[in-house]
């Protein structure tokens, strides 16, 4: 005989009250096939009403976040739980995408009981303004149940305190399939007993009796893979013996009947999982899990499948639509966008690195930072290394400073490294991606962090908040830094006046050829972490334009949906004169335009200029000062034979 199919092995939970979430993440947990990368997935919805922008929903993203770590203290030892928060107009939209991308082969769902069309799992769902379908559940949890691309359990929770008796009513079919399937891995999970029930008409007779009793057993045996005890019982009234058995279990299971199937049920009272359930559901003593399987295609005609065919396609079209860029760019806007403080328990931090066997590397780009590296190095190590070991390694890579930058980080305990002695057979370059470039070589952790050492306050967040993101979102490859920047002037420290490059060049610049970049909000800043298999894919430009061609590589690359920002409060840092940020602004001009002729194919500029003319004058003094400002461009480091020796020695045997 064949053995039952595997318990779902990732399985979505909306939560709509974290505070409330326990039993569903314990049931979900007791379901889960504990095979390599089974997961459980947390999921909050923020609904932002018709008419408002998606980005609005960013503040409450955050507090959602923050809510959903909170169920991390219901999960069992041994079970991997991720939270993720979607934004969207409707609940069920963000429900059914969520499952579509994350492959989900299980939503569950809880649901408080009927509300006259109200809330649903996930949301405050809200009714529709247009003619809708009767509500069963809740506009959320019934559209979520016609339209899943899995398999559905709906929780009428009553509380699951100790778990001894499980009570399984069936009547044949796929979704009694699946609800056998289901209990015998709670039973398992829980340690309780299942009993099987399946509900006859009085006075059959002996004969029909013992055929029935051998139809059941039979079912049990093709459907669970534990012991389970069948129980054969006579009655007028089926839905009355089951709440009968119902009182002396701890946990119904039941599976979608017949009529939900055929579709059949009332224009104003439908049946998504049939009559039955959902009145065993409603009346039952203890918790009732009602589970809905795929349907299957069966023998379906070429005309129905054509019809499939043509309705998803029609779907696609319109998520694609849906995903246009402002949308696009509105929604990862609020999803993406994050605060340090989701991510200063740096235990909690240690614990995810430990569970997905990262390692961290932390690097520190300098030149002539004498005044500032020191307390930068010390800090790191002492709070990130050796109070809490979320770093491992510490290495400040020197572009051959005139000061005491390398001897003052030595002596506080950092590797450091000269970047023109690395990979010398390939030259060097001046810059700071230069450096960046080679600390790819240097260094050995699968999440690289950079932070910038001019930095007068600094501070452990500049590190845990992006590798905090990285950690906990396992889509994101590439996390930036932003935060508020005040400027120096006249000696006197004034908010709101750095980032001037970012206002003045690079912000129009990505509006107006990279729009899919517009909700970052400092994209040249210093501080940025991602995952080495995406670093070493990338060029590096060798100076100013690093950061800039970084955004617009991995947005090609690999789309927006990698990339995260998060908020690091304030920075303070030396800021640079006029003339300087006039040679930064001329780099990352000349690298926009790079990556715009590469992508169109063609020589959009005839001339593309490499020098920069800056006039003096003065008393009696006139003259024009050239300077040459191109930037070099480093390839892939996956390409350096020499990296690929050392990080991927499988590969060169």
Known sequence: MTPPPPLPAHILIPLANPRTAEDLIRLGAALLDRVRGAELVALGIVEVPEGMPLSEGATRARHARRLLQRVHAFVPEGVALRTMVRIGRHAAEGILEAAREEGSDLVVFGWGGRA???????????????????????????????????????????????????????????????????????????GAEVAVLHVVPPGIGLAVRAQAERALAAFVRGHARNPVTPLLREAVNVRSAILREADAADLVVLGASADAVAGSGTAERPHLVGALPEAIATRARPTVMVVRSRTPIGRATFEELARRAETLAAADRAAEQSRAVPARVERWFAEASFHHTEFADLRRLVALKEQQGATISLVLPTLDEEATIGPI???????????????????????????????????????????????????????????????????????????????????????????????????????????????????????????????????PLINLFYPE????????????????????????????????????????????????????????????????????????????????????????????????????????????????????ERPPMIRIPEYVTRHHPAETE
């Not at 306050?457 to 993101?469: D, E, I, K, L, S």
Request: overall charge positive.
């Open 377 to 507: 190095v010390r800090r790191a190590l002492r709070d990130l290394v050796r109070r809490v070991p979320l770093v491992d390694e510490v290495v400040v890579i020197d572009s051959a400073s005139r000061d005491r930058t390398r001897e003052v980080a030595e002596a506080e305990g950092a590797r450091v490294i000269l970047h023109q002695d690395v990979l010398p057979a390939y030259g060097s370059f001046r810059g700071k991606g230069e450096a960046l470039w080679k600390s790819l070589h240097e260094t050995t952790g699968e999440i690289v962090a950079w932070c910038d050492t001019d930095v007068r306050n600094w501070h452990p967040r500049f590190v845990y908040g992006t590798v905090g993101a990285l950690l906990d979102e396992p889509r994101l490859q590439y996390v930036k830094a932003y935060y508020q920047r005040p400027i120096v002037e006249g000696g006197v420290l004034r908010e709101g006046g750095g980032g001037r490059v970012t206002e003045l060049v690079a912000r």
């Open 116 to 190: 006259g069309g109200g809330g649903g799992a996930g949301t405050r769902a809200r009714p529709r303004q247009v003619a809708a379908e009767p509500t069963v559940y809740s506009p959320t949890i019934d559209r979520v149940v016609r339209e899943a691309p899995c398999e559905i359990v709906v929780v009428k929770q009553r509380g699951v305190g100790e778990v001894r008796r499980i009570l399984v009513p069936v009547r044949g079919g796929p979704h009694a399939e699946l609800a056998l399937r289901f209990a015998d891995g709670l039973g398992a999970a829980f």
């Open 517 to 632: 970049l517009s909700g970052l909000i400092q994209p040249l800043s210093g501080e940025y972490a991602g995952r080495r298999r995406l670093l070493e894919t990338l060029p590096f430009f060798t100076g100013y334009a690093v950061e800039i061609g970084h955004l617009i590589d991995i947005v090609e690359r690999v789309g927006l949906d990698a990339l995260g920002q998060v908020d690091l409060d304030r920075r303070v840092h030396r800021n640079q004169e006029l003339e300087g940020l006039s040679r930064m602004s001329f780099v990352i001009i000349q690298a926009v335009m790079k990556r715009l002729e590469e992508r169109h194919k063609a020589r959009l500029f005839a001339e593309l200029g490499s020098t920069m003319k800056l006039p003096r004058s003065g008393r009696g003094r006139l003259s024009l000062e050239v300077f040459e400002l191109a930037d070099q």
